[in-house]
């Protein structure tokens, strides 16, 4: 059940993704972001001591506890996660652009990036190779 709601807001969350400016090509964030938090949170709702006699009971039982402790680690490590990874992207950016231009994702990364192209009528054209 939980894998089920995680899905359907992974989905969700990369379709209004699409529609967005926010540019992640292979909605990394959508499925394992959204859906570690998903299932984070679910957990410390649903958590009980009939299936972990070593663990806690959960929201639903009557543990508020627990819960507020997975909500304050989650705000915890996506601050966290955030912050050094847009570090390592600007420092990334200062040595190399992380970013092509407009033109070259207009022309297309195979061919103004790497002077390659799959398709045999463009290189039967001559257009191969960048020309």
């Known amino acids: ?48 001591k009939a299936v972990n006699g070593a663990g806690a009971d959960g929201l639903v039982l009557g543990n508020t506890h627990l819960f507020l402790m997975h909500l304050l680690a989650l705000v915890v490590v996506s601050a966290y996660v955030f912050g050094v990874s847009f570090g390592i992207f600007k420092l990334v950016d200062l040595i190399t652009p992380m970013r092509v231009t407009a033109d070259d994702e207009e022309e297309g990364l195979d061919r103004s990036q790497h002077g390659e192209t799959i398709f045999a009528s463009e290189a039967a054209l001559g257009l191969a190779g960048g020309e």
């Open 1 to 48: 059940a939980i894998g089920t709601v995680a899905a359907i807001a992974c989905n969700a969350i990369a379709h209004w993704r699409s529609n967005s400016a926010l540019d992640d090509t292979l909605d990394v964030f959508p499925c394992h972001g959204v859906g570690g938090m998903v299932g984070m949170l679910a957990t410390a709702i649903f958590a009980t």
